[in-house]
C-alpha cells in the first residue's frame, strides 16, 4: 500500500473514532433488532457496503476534478493549496465551529427517516448509501485527499480505502458506546484536528516534490504521439 493510501486508512480509521464519540446515539439507532434474526448480519454488511459505494462515487467525482486539474498541469499547487488551506482552517476552527451548519438535503433526512421505520434489507442499503453522503469532517478530509489524485479511479480507490478504515470503529460502536466512559468518547472526538494536521504537512510535502507544468525532462525512450509520449517498448503498438 502506497503512503498516499495509507493516509485515506488512517483518516478513516480516526474519522470513525470521532464519529463514535461524538455521533455514538445516531450510531446505534440503525434498527437491526427489527430484522428477521437470518438477516441482521446481511443487513450490516449491506448497510456498510453501501456506505463504502457512496464514499467511492463522492471520490470518483473528485478524482475527476483532480485529473482536470492534472491535464493543465495545476496538481502541484492544488497540492500546495489544499496544505494551506487545512492548515487555516486548523487555526480558525474554533471561529468556524461558530458559522452556520451546512445541513444535508431535506431528501436525505426524509429518506433516512422513512428507511428507520422500515425494517428490510432493502432500507438497511438504503440507509447506508445515504449516511456516506451525510456532512462529515472526516469525508471532507478524505475528499481533499482525493482532489489530488490524477484520474476518477483512483480518487475512488482513495475514498474506498477511507471507507475501509472506518469499518472496526463502526462495527463496534454497540460495545465503544456502552463500555466507554463519556470522558473517554469525547477524547475520541478530539482526534481529528491531528489526522488534518498530518495531512495538511503531507499535501504540502507532495506538492513541493511535485515538478512544475513544463519542467517533465523528456526520457530518452519517450517516443512523441499524437496526445504526449509512449515508452519504446518492443511489441507493442505505441501509435496510430
Known sequence: MTLWLLTALITGFAGSLHCVGMCGPLAMALPVGRLPL???????GLYHGARLLAYAG?????????QGFLLVGMQRPLA???????????LLRRYAAKLPTVLPGRWI??????????????AFTGLGFLNGLLPCGSVYLALIGALTTPSPMAGAVYLLVFGLGTL????????????LPVRWRQRMAGNLPLITLFLALLLLVRGVGLPSAGSRQSDPDDIPVCHGTAKNWPGKLLAR
Do not use: D, H
Not at 437470518?38 to 450490516?44: E, H, I, P, S, T
Not at 470518483?60 to 476534478?65: A, N, T
Not at 433526512?109 to 432493502?122: I, N
Not at 454497540?174 to 463500555?179: D, F, M, N, Q
Open 80 to 90: 500546495i493549496g489544499a496544505g494551506l488551506f487545512l492548515l487555516i482552517w486548523l
Open 109 to 122: 433526512s426524509r429518506s433516512m427517516g422513512r428507511f428507520l421505520r422500515e425494517p428490510s434489507l432493502r
Open 168 to 179: 472496526p470503529a463502526m462495527l463496534s460502536v454497540p460495545l465503544l458506546v456502552s463500555r
Open 58 to 66: 463522492l471520490g470518483g467525482v473528485v478524482g475527476s476534478l483532480g
Open 38 to 44: 437470518a438477516q441482521r448480519k446481511l443487513g450490516v
